[in-house]
């Protein structure tokens, strides 16, 4: 096990005798195995508070920069503020570059402005993969600001890391879900998404499709797009796909919206029988409260934008390296076990 630290250090920790420390560092035997472990221990101790010197006082500014729903972007707000005490001793500080919808033109002057004025640590990105965004983030990485996509990710870019949940498995943990609320019961499934160029929302419906196709080919799926998850756009969209198809009897939310969609299947007197959504934003919490919707797929916000500040704070060498990252867990939330701060 390798290390910085003279015996003296390590036994003064684990409270051990320099020779036991130096028998069980050079394998020579002769000692406990809980002692050996207490070594072990010990070192991981001095590496924590190591960390903790590396990282006290230290000041991080990251820029938030996001085109998602204002729901969506006030849930990520309040996550990392939420998170900011945990990542203490060091000082996280915040800028947020939140957009509903717009040109890509006016997302990569955000990112250009944020690489040209300096002062940046890193950048949270929300963005369509799209060659502009990804050249864009070429740009932050070659002035030394490196950037972690939140969400959907742009695996062909510069990016350090991607913070979020497997969209494809997510995808099709929504078809296992709707397929098994309709049993054998007849009806198309209506799919919507905000934008067809934001990755994450493009592998949720390739995950959905492929898995809803093997296990219900004779459902058929009608695809509602380039709403931006906005409700006044929403609700015509769906009126429009409702009124042109009377057998759709299920949904499966990849891009938002929901409460438009359900005002659209009101309007026309319409039921649904499965609603599978995504994230526990605030109109998703109290549609599922009030059981209109059937199923969340939602990830821990708080946990994410943690990860997100922790790989900005290595690419700076203020945390040492834990390895890959590894998707968020996909937690299947219904009105029946909903956190409990949500209940």
Not at 31 to 47: G, N, P
Request: hydrophobic share 40%; aromatic share 4%.
């Amino acid at each position: 096990m390798s290390h910085p630290y003279p015996i003296r250090e390590i036994a003064r920790q684990a409270g051990l005798s320099e020779a036991t420390v130096d028998r069980v560092l050079n394998n020579r035997g002769g000692v406990r195995e809980s002692t050996t472990r207490e070594v072990h221990q010990a070192i991981k101790d001095l590496d924590r508070q190591r960390t903790q010197v590396r990282i006290g006082g230290r000041t991080f500014m990251i820029d938030i920069v996001m085109q998602a729903p204002e729901r969506f972007s006030l849930a990520v707000r309040a996550a990392l503020e939420a998170e900011l005490p945990a990542l203490r001793p060091a000082v996280m500080r915040s800028r947020f570059h939140f957009r509903e919808t717009g040109p890509v033109e006016e997302l990569i002057a955000t990112l250009d402005r944020v690489a040209a004025r300096g002062g940046s640590q890193g950048v949270v990105l929300k963005a369509p993969d799209v060659p502009e965004v990804t050249a864009a983030v070429g740009r932050l990485a070659a002035v030394g600001i490196p950037v972690v996509t939140l969400v959907t990710d742009l695996p062909g870019s510069a990016r350090r890391s991607y913070v979020g949940i497997d969209n494809r498995a997510a995808g099709a943990t929504a078809a296992y879900l709707l397929g098994q609320g309709l049993g054998d019961r007849p009806g198309n499934v209506l799919t919507t998404i905000s934008r067809g160029f934001f990755r994450g929302e493009e592998e949720r419906e390739m995950g959905f499709r492929s898995a809803l196709r093997n296990a219900h080919p004779a459902r058929t799926l009608v695809e509602v797009t380039d709403s931006d998850g906005l409700d006044a756009t929403q609700r015509d969209l769906v009126l429009r796909a409702l009124r042109h198809d009377p057998e759709i009897r299920a949904v499966y939310s990849i891009g938002g919206g929901n409460t438009a969609t359900i005002q659209a299947f009101e309007e026309l007197g319409r039921a649904y029988e499965v609603f599978i959504a995504h994230d526990l934003d605030h109109d998703n919490t109290r549609l599922l409260r009030e059981r209109r919707l059937s199923a969340v797929l939602h990830h821990d916000l708080r946990q994410d934008m943690r990860r997100a500040c922790q790989i900005i704070m290595r690419a700076h060498g203020a945390l040492p390296d834990d390895g890959p990252a590894l998707p968020s867990p996909i937690q299947v939330v219904t009105p029946y076990n909903m956190p409990p701060d949500l209940v």
